[in-house]
């Protein structure tokens, strides 16, 4: 086709390129155009196409860029564009240039004539196959565009099940003329790419009976059959027993496996989802000369699926032949060798030796994969010898574990990531791949928001695996999304039974979960086995001490060998933290299962351990942090954050079981850091769960320390009434604290209770208690923190004395290395009144505060500095800039859970929605938050006065905005956080659209 129609052929399937033409090279760039063109019917819109290639940069920017591509074009395929100054497309006599649609074509001729029952259909399906190319630019991809790498995805998958329907009908031709060599491997590749599917074992036992190798035939149904049982617990149809009799009796050559109501069924395939850039990286690596790769990855993250597809790759680019040879569930040495001799057409050798089959083999080039070498006995030992004396060979292995081979290139496969919360969720490779599996199990989900959103959260309860998502995804015809998300929560028994297949699933090309994990735990030893068991008692992730802990040791050096066989395995996982520690944690699927194989008495053995272990955090963890001078609050909370799973477990064990005392102790010292970790509501409801246990006297110390700091979080948590009730605990408690506590206690009990008096804004009670601390406490960080509290409540009566007092504090802040407390005077000395000011040198401004924060961690530091940016926009009239930097803030704090940042946010959009004009928006916005600007004002200090105050005023002066005030009230504080943000992002995306 190409050169008759006036130009050179543009191939962009496999790799891009240009056939017969003396020109340069097109880039890269010019390829994704190419490519997105030919896919689309009819023309598109030049901004559309060029916001999709470039999101993050202007109108103008991406309009240019899309400029100089298409004259990269044009100069070197003149006549291929029809453009115009809002549209370009391929031009309509020139589309059968490009060999994506010499492919559609080909492959739509050759489909209707099988329907048809064309005599022409086996050219056809031959011609059709020929002009797929492979896979929609290969080894291309484009991140600057995560909705272009999307459509690309798509766009491969299609062009890939259009191909695999081509082949699937070719072999049925070829059976019905007369098969072929040829058609007994293509069989093959489809039996190994879907090896429990009735309808591929029946093509390729008719393949092998068509050719006369009826025990061949034979032995790979007895395989299948053993596969069956063992993975799907599964016997084989009545039909296919049929077909199996007539092959023992020298038939087997007849019609295709029929479906219920007739017609011949075609192969299906596991959707290849998620892993083309995983595809690419392997296929580069091949190309730079590795011989030897294995994919290693957990049970259920599809090595076998990418191997597969690696393999249709290397075999539509290139002339080496692909060889599959599925090591699953041998048990000896010779049988091993017997799969890979098979696997090369030529049967056993004479001599069942590797020398026999490495002389058989010395002198084949072929890409050969083995596929599920985990307990192939002497794996490695046979692939460093194929390797060493088969130079030809290019060996493709997949494994849970590595073969440590000094040649063998690893691939880790990881699960997919978790799916993003909002609208960008249906873009996840995982919820995409759910979606195509519960469209073939014939449930419909309709899409909405709620429903992707459950989908997003089904696959996050299965880590992204994807076998585990296909499996669950096929009982939603019975369980719907509701039961199906009951049945997976964490703590479920029925989770490993959810996730076995039945009748109705076994064309998804792997086990159940339960029959791949007993397969690879087989031949763990006895010690390991039980580890693995006794690590289900530990929830999300967890320390080597832990570890140690619930196994009995209390050493966690002598736990070291099974922890690494385990993580050896990828049945525990590695999660790497900053710093270089490591943490550890199961899939939930291996966390499920290990917990089947723990009794009930192991049971209640393991949770007691667990819990003396986390409710023993405080003493371990914190130990001397409160007598510091000033403890690394970053890392602190890192680690709360990340054991609060297990620290809620051992609190819920121990009040369950009568351990009042030392609950309600671990809880004291708690409190801060569940502020610090953004848990503030749920460190509420555990205070309020310890608290209303019936006191005694050997508690009342204890009580009263909980209730200080239940008082602070409720404070910050700005909950309904919280300056009543915070006060109430605090009259409560902290006087007991103080008359019968030591100084460490009394010292974390007045900053706590300080901190509950800025979050309601009453900064009077704050200013006493700082002084009563600064006269109690003799660590430095305590009399720093009592001296900045003092000087920001003298701000409203005495604003110099506020900077002078700051500048004082500045050197002992930098002196101690109190991060947190220099960025807080920073940014008072650099927001105060002009007139209030001192010269302390140079002043850092916001963004360089912002900065040093990054820098050093500090998530809630970044949330008000980022508000504070949005708040000085403001002021100099740049609405623009106060829309992003509150988006940001917004963001951060809400994934952060930071209530205080929360509230400033809220306030900036209702500055923002003023600014623009909206005042609707800005009322009730203003009605939802207008209960915690106490606490607003004492968080934002004096830019809050210049850049809200007024605005405030305005709005709640306006009679005439009564009725939205009063609607933001009704609203609720979490519904108006949503719509806050929600305004803030569709202010952005009209600004945009404006430039």
Known sequence: MGEDEGGPSIRVLGEPGLDHTDGGALPRRSWLVIAYLASTPQRTGRDELARLLWPDATDKVARANLRVVLNQVRAQLPDLLDADRDHVGIAAAHRGRIDLHQFEDAATRALSAVVAASGERGSLLAAAERAYGGVLLAGLSWPASPAYEEWLEVERERLAALAQRVGVARIEADLAEGATEDTLRRARRLAAADPLSEVVHALLLRSEAS??????????????????????????????????????????????????????????????????????????????????????????????????????????????????????????????????????????????????????????????????????????????ALHDRCPLLVLVVTARTALRLEVEHVHELPPFPAPQRGPHAARSPAVRLFLSAADRSGARIDRSAEQIADVAQVCRRVDGLPLAIELAAARLPVLGLAGLLEALSSDSDAYLGVLSPSRGTDRIGGRGMRAALRSATRDLDPPTIEMLAQLSVLRGSYDLSAIAAVCGSGDPYAVLDEVT????????????????????????????????????????????????????????????????????????????????????????????????????????????????????????????????????PETEVVRAECRVARASLRAELGMSGAGSSVRDDLEAGLPIVLRQSGTT???????????????????????????????????????????????????????????????????????????????????????????????????????????????????????????????????????????????????????????????????????????????????????????????????????????????????????????????????????????????????????????
């Not at 990828?570 to 966390?591: A, C, D, E, K, Y």
């Not at 371990?620 to 909370?637: N, S």
């Not at 940042?901 to 916005?925: E, N, Q, S």
């Open 211 to 384: 050719l006369g190798n009826r025990e061949q035939a034979l032995a790979a149904h007895d395989g299948w059959v053993r596969r069956l049982r063992e993975q799907l617990d599964l016997d084989p149809s009545d039909e296919i027993g049929v077909l199996v009799d007539e092959i023992r009796a020298g038939g087997g050559r007849g019609a295709p496996l029929e479906a219920e109501g007739g017609g011949a069924v075609s192969a299906p395939r596991r959707t290849f989802v998620g892993r083309h850039h995983d595809l690419d990286v392997l296929s580069r690596t091949l190309a730079s000369g590795c011989r030897l790769i294995t994919i290693t990855g957990p049970t259920g993250v599809g090595k076998s699926t990418l191997a597969w597809a690696l393999s249709e790759r290397v075999e539509a680019t290139s002339t080496s032949p692909v060889v599959i040879a599925d090591l699953q569930d041998t048990e000896s040495h010779e049988e091993v060798l017997v799969r890979l001799a098979t696997s090369f057409r030529d049967g056993p050798p004479d001599v069942l030796t590797l020398e026999a089959l490495l002389a058989r083999l010395a002198g084949r080039s072929a890409l050969l994969v083995l596929d599920d070498a985990d307990h192939a006995p002497g794996a490695a030992e046979v692939v460093a």
């Open 565 to 696: 066989e385990l993580v050896g395995r990828h049945l525990l996982v590695r999660v790497p933290q900053p710093g270089g520690t490591v943490r550890f944690r199961q899939l939930v699927s291996t966390r499920a299962f290990g917990r089947q194989l723990v009794g009930a008495d192991d049971r209640a053995d393991l949770a007691a351990r667990h819990a003396d272990h986390f409710l023993a955090w405080p003493d371990r963890v914190l130990g001397d942090v409160d007598d510091e001078a000033v403890p690394d609050f970053v890392a602190l909370a890192r680690r709360f954050r990340a054991d609060l799973p297990n620290l809620r477990a051992a609190l819920r064990w121990g009040q369950d079981h009568g351990h009042d005392a030392r609950v309600l102790g671990a809880l004291a010292r708690l409190g801060p850091w569940y502020r610090e970790a953004g848990a503030l509501a749920e460190g509420v409801a555990a205070l309020d769960a310890a608290l209303c246990v019936p006191a005694t």
């Open 745 to 995: 206690q009394r010292a974390n009990a007045l900053g706590e209770a300080i901190n509950a008096g800025i979050a309601i804004g009453d900064l009077p009670l704050s200013e006493k208690l700082a002084r009563s601390l600064e006269e109690l406490s003799g660590t430095p960080r305590w009399r720093l923190s009592s001296r900045v509290v003092m000087a920001l409540a003298s701000f409203p009566s005495d604003p110099a004395a506020t900077a002078a007092t700051l500048s004082e504090a500045l050197p002992e802040a930098r002196r101690i290395g109190h991060r947190r407390v220099e960025l807080t005077i920073w940014y008072w000395l650099s927001t105060l009144p002009e007139e209030a000011r001192i010269d302390v040198g140079s002043v850092p401004d916001l963004e360089t505060l912002l900065a040093m924060s990054r820098e050093a961690g500090d998530t809630r530091s970044d949330v008000w500095l980022m508000a504070s940016l949005g708040a000085q926009a403001l002021l100099d009239g740049d609405v623009e800039a106060a829309v992003g930097h509150l988006d940001a803030a917004m963001a951060t704090t809400r994934r952060a859970h930071f209530w205080h940042g929360i509230v400033l946010c809220l306030l900036g959009t209702v500055a923002v929605a003023h600014a623009r004009g909206d005042r609707d928006d800005a009322a009730r916005l203003f009605g939802s938050v207008a209960g915690n600007l106490a606490t607003a004002r004492a968080y934002l200090g004096p830019l809050f006065a210049r850049a809200y105050e007024p605005v405030l005023q305005d709005l709640e002066r306006d009679d005439a905005l009564a009725p939205q005030r009063e609607a933001g009230q009704r609203l609720g504080f979490p519904l108006s956080v949503a719509r806050a943000h929600r305004y803030l992002r569709e202010a952005r995306h009209r600004d945009r659209t404006v430039r």
